[in-house]
């Protein structure tokens, strides 16, 4: 069967979704109706078919996460932590950006890239309408390293789930294939950030916009208890072979019950736009695979290996990473997955590692690549201060080049590929 038309529903669906005419999601769910109006009238599937292209396991873990984090967030945990740690090291413009960038880093791990950046990015700017700091070099750092942050866990990022699920990695398994990567990766890029902004560090010590912020410490200790749950639950299930997907919802129902918030404000923070565009795009993967309409890209990947399995995960890596440079890194994620499962090596470790790898690093060459530098720009540019959207990339540039260069080194060795 000609896989073209198929695969003009996926461009339509990929077009629409990075020209932000529309929501994501709807954008994924018309392409999906008119993928499967195609399987339908070909006679490929049926429509209780695609429908099981839905990705329950992922889906399921993807909202335990988000409903966890938003009460944790809703509790003050991670703003308590983060101001507590800026106040010490206010007066030391080098430090705080060590410190700005690996709250950044961290942060994202378990929050959303878009809201630990706004975390770090509101008070940075509140240092700098005090006077304390010039704020544009660490925001910008911030949000390089907040691109970074969610790559070495399962629940760092939609992506990481994706991939994970599909890979059959646990919590912990997926954490000592990547983790390692993503903490080397910090310190590669802090001292490419330094080298960078050297001469533009500089801060007067004020911190009287801090001091005046108040949060309760029970709820501050109330959501470090619930996320230290989520977490012990995700490795226990791992140990138990039990899905990640039930231990995130079993913690989302405890963090309800525990918590106190109103469930309908808490459901109504999620980011529904993220789950519906993941559920939609999953079906479309799904009928793509049913007509084999990827089978060219994976043919493509496994000629050039040649049968290596190291070259192919260097393929995989670096084609991915060009292509998040230009499209959401989700949709590279869900794209590549069926293509790396197609290729011919009984163990894909390393496979699934540099397609995690490269999704999630290649967001920040460009402006338009990565959301996170499109709000920190925006959000500078509210309060006055002049950026250039292209001065960004000439740090972005070479920090995704450092990123995708040392992670092919780290793959090869982490998985005796030399």
């Not at 984090?69 to 080098?94: Q, S, W």
């Not at 039930?246 to 019950?257: Q, T």
């Not at 084999?292 to 190291?310: C, M, N, P, R, V």
Request: net charge negative; glycine share 8%; charged share 15%.
């Amino acid at each position: 069967m000609d896989p073209t038309k198929y695969l003009l529903g996926y461009l339509l669906v990929v077009l629409l979704a990075v020209s932000e005419a529309f929501p994501m999601s709807l954008s994924a769910m018309v392409g999906a109706a008119l993928l499967v109006a195609f399987g339908v009238s070909d006679g490929v599937l049926s429509f209780s078919e695609a429908l099981s292209f839905i990705d329950l396991e992922l889906l399921a873990l993807l909202v335990g996460v988000m409903i966890v984090v938003e009460v944790v967030d809703r509790c003050g945990t991670f703003r308590y932590l983060a101001l507590k740690v800026v106040r010490r090291v206010l007066k030391r413009p080098v430090l705080l950006l060590v410190v700005a960038g690996l709250m950044s880093a961290l942060t994202s791990l378990l929050l959303s890239d878009e809201a630990a950046l706004l975390l770090i990015v509101a008070i940075l700017l509140s240092l700098g309408k005090a006077g304390a700091l010039d704020p544009v070099p660490f925001a910008v750092s911030s949000a390089i390293m907040v691109n970074l942050g969610g790559t070495g866990t399962l629940v760092g990022s939609v992506p990481n789930m994706a991939i994970g699920i599909r890979a059959g990695f646990s919590f912990a398994e997926f954490a000592s294939y990547l983790l390692p990567c993503e903490f080397a990766l910090y310190g590669v890029t802090l001292a490419l950030l330094y080298l960078y902004y050297r001469g533009k560090l500089q801060s007067s010590g004020g911190e009287a916009e801090l001091e005046e912020i108040e949060v309760s410490r029970v709820d501050v200790a109330k959501g470090a208890f619930l996320l230290s749950l989520m977490l012990a639950l995700l490795i226990a299930a791992g140990i138990a072979d039990f899905p990640a997907s039930a231990a995130a919802l079993a913690s989302a129902v405890v963090a309800l019950a525990l918590a106190g918030f109103d469930t309908l404000e808490v459901f109504q923070r999620l980011d529904w736009d993220t789950v519906f565009f993941t559920a939609a795009f999953t079906v479309i993967i799904g009928v793509l695979e049913r007509v084999e309409a990827l089978k060219g890209l994976a043919l493509w990947l496994q000629g050039a290996a040649g049968g290596s399995l190291a070259l192919a995960s260097l393929l995989v890596l670096l084609v991915s990473g060009a292509a998040s440079l230009l499209l959401p890194n989700l949709i590279v994620a869900l794209s590549f997955i069926p293509v790396v499962e197609t290729l011919p090596f009984a163990d894909k470790r390393a496979l699934w590692s540099a397609l995690v790898l490269g999704a999630n690093l290649g967001g920040v060459g460009l402006p338009v690549s990565s959301f996170v530098i499109v709000m920190t720009i925006g959000a500078l540019r509210r309060e006055g201060y002049e950026i250039d959207p292209w001065a960004v990339t000439r740090v972005g540039i070479p920090v995704t080049a450092a990123w995708l260069g040392f992670s092919a080194i780290y793959l090869l060795t982490r998985f005796g590929l030399l």
